[in-house]
């Protein structure tokens, strides 16, 4: 079974920038596509950015569009978010999951293994 750690999170100023790592601690021949999520306090989980492990192809959510950029490196079995320019309302706890093929990569239901949780804070 594929477990997924992240790590990377912590707090910043606005206008910072974090970057988080996702190990998966083996690489599902079957799951290709790799998430990153995020949930604000009150909010629902919310699809940041998509990674499809065979090409390397990506998608943004257009809140984070041109200033957050999500990376591979499948050697390390680990998925990447760099964050720059953070904003106060990036906050919240950001989860990666993974999927064979999501109907639509936006949807939490269609992923299947999610990791724990890694919480960045950014303050004004």
């Known amino acids: 079974q594929e477990d997924l750690v992240e790590s990377g999170g912590g707090s910043v100023q606005d206008g910072g920038s974090l970057r988080l790592s996702c190990v998966a601690s083996e690489l599902a021949s079957n799951r290709l596509y790799s998430t990153w999520f995020r949930q604000a306090p009150g909010k629902e989980r919310e699809a940041v950015a998509m990674?499809?492990?065979?090409?390397?192809?990506?998608n943004y959510a257009e809140s984070v569009d041109g200033r957050f950029t999500i990376s591979q490196d499948n050697a390390k079995r680990t998925v990447y978010l760099e964050m720059n320019s953070l904003k106060p309302e990036d906050t919240g706890i950001y989860y990666c999951a993974s999927a064979i093929r999501p109907g639509s990569w936006r949807v939490p239901e269609s992923y299947a293994r999610w990791g724990q949780g890694t919480q960045v804070t950014v303050s004004s």
């Open positions: 990674i499809f492990r065979g090409n390397g192809f990506t």
